[in-house]
């Protein structure tokens, strides 16, 4: 096996895409030929989590390899927020630009959208997207380019006076940002998935032409609603206009590898494709399914934070490997540094492991995951250690925590069976390590 001495990276990741909704995950309806061959070609991994089941704080997470409790981020942030990710914190972009890495970020961020907090004073040297979720609006003072174009009867002075922010239309209506600036107002959301592969496929060329390695997060907007697609998938799906986003999400990752083949990168190049929480519970076929997981986006039931991911890179991950060892998104940072033979920061925790030899030899490879935390806003609310999982969510309304659930993942994965009452010996020990652990996080321990 001949690797390259700083392999390419590429992260995609979905946006509230449930852990069923992949052909190689169970689909029933939702068609991916692209990412079924990627995941024969590569590694599908069942056991596989985000460090958090909202927008912010698992996009956080994944990129400075930390829990919540560490990097600062608990909550979804919106336009105009004074609040982001913390500048101190290190980004896997940080780390691997020391390498040589070319750096970019294509899609949504949703860590800050006040300067201080956009990608570009976190490590990434270019950045083409949309600074948070779909659904939102802009805020009136955002920062715009001096070419920027406006759309649909918007004006720059009804952006600054407020108007814009005010409408009643205003869901959705999102800018396009190029590095800092904002440079389309409100972008057109059908044509977003294709233009941020095309983004991504100029990232490679240009890399490849100059010898330089690269790191791309490729964060999909779909399909957190509402949702868009371009009008050749419109209509197209049978699960209606969610599976349309994903069936057109599946086209254009088989664009990227298809062009990683193409160009003699894909031996060089590890791509990974997962989601960043579990899907929303909507009707009306807007919302995705966690089958045959419990709960969904929001949620410490497995639906929340258990998500689809494939790994891919040819020559170095087996083909066709399925392995069921826990693995999280807090382990691309380690991961991603050790392979790339960058230098960690070493003055703070990372949560992470490196599961280099994991992707290496498949199911035989063994997690460094003894225990794995939910988290929900500031809380600890469960705890996984081996197949036993405790769950002791907070009550609103009292801030008490709830009665205890326990459940064997291995003989009960949709959390249906509550062993509680017939374990008590398991339970006490294992709220007191949860609740110790809470208490050590947030105190930064």
Request: glycine content about 8%.
């Amino acid at each position: 096996m001949v690797q390259a001495a700083e392999p390419n990276f590429i992260i995609i990741f979905t946006d509230d895409q449930g852990y069923q909704d992949l052909g190689c995950f169970g689909s029933p309806k939702i068609k991916t030929p692209e990412i079924d061959k990627m995941a024969a070609e590569g590694a599908r991994f069942s056991s596989f989590y985000s460090a958090n089941a909202i927008c912010s704080a698992s996009r956080a997470a994944l990129l400075t390899g930390r829990y919540p409790s560490r990097n600062g981020v608990f909550h979804v942030y919106y336009p105009g927020a004074h609040q982001g990710l913390n500048p101190e914190e290190v980004t896997i972009a940080e780390v691997l630009k020391p390498q040589g890495y070319r750096t970019a970020i294509i899609g949504k961020w949703h860590l800050g959208d006040r300067p201080k907090f956009l990608p570009t004073n976190q490590g990434f040297d270019s950045y083409f997207g949309i600074p948070y979720s779909n659904d939102m609006w802009i805020h009136k003072d955002q920062v715009f380019a001096a070419d920027a174009q406006f759309f649909e009867d918007y004006t720059l002075d009804q952006v600054r006076s407020g108007e814009a922010s005010k409408r009643k239309d205003r869901g959705g209506k999102v800018p396009l940002m190029r590095d800092d600036k904002i440079i389309e107002y409100p972008v057109d959301q059908r044509y977003i998935t294709q233009r941020y592969t095309d983004e991504a496929l100029q990232i490679i060329t240009e890399s490849k032409a100059a010898d330089q390695p690269f790191f791309i997060y490729l964060a999909y907007s779909m399909p957190h609603v509402p949702l868009y697609t371009a009008p050749e998938f419109a209509g197209k799906s049978e699960r209606g206009p969610y599976g349309d986003t994903i069936e057109e999400m599946d086209f254009h990752v088989g664009r990227l590898l298809n062009h990683l083949k193409a160009s003699g990168a894909d031996k060089d190049t590890l791509v990974i494709f997962t989601s960043d929480n579990g899907p929303w519970h909507l009707s009306k076929g807007r919302g995705g399914s966690a089958l045959p997981l419990r709960g969904a986006k929001f949620s410490t039931y497995e639906g929340g934070h258990r998500v689809p991911c494939v790994m891919w890179w040819p020559g170095t991950i087996p083909a066709g490997t399925d392995t069921e060892e826990i693995a999280t998104t807090l382990d691309f940072m380690p991961t991603l540094a050790a392979l790339a033979g960058a230098e960690l920061p070493q003055d703070r925790i990372l949560d992470g492991y490196d599961i280099t030899e994991l992707l290496k030899a498949g199911q035989p490879g063994q997690s460094g995951y003894e225990r794995f935390f939910y988290w929900s806003n500031k809380h600890i609310t469960a705890l996984r250690i081996g197949d036993l999982k405790l769950r002791m969510q907070i009550d609103h309304k009292t801030k008490e925590r709830k009665a205890p659930e326990l459940y064997h993942l291995a003989e009960d994965i949709s959390e249906r069976n509550n062993l509680a009452s017939q374990m008590p010996e398991v339970v006490e020990q294992m709220t007191k390590i949860m609740l110790n652990a809470e208490v050590g996080q947030l105190a930064g321990r």
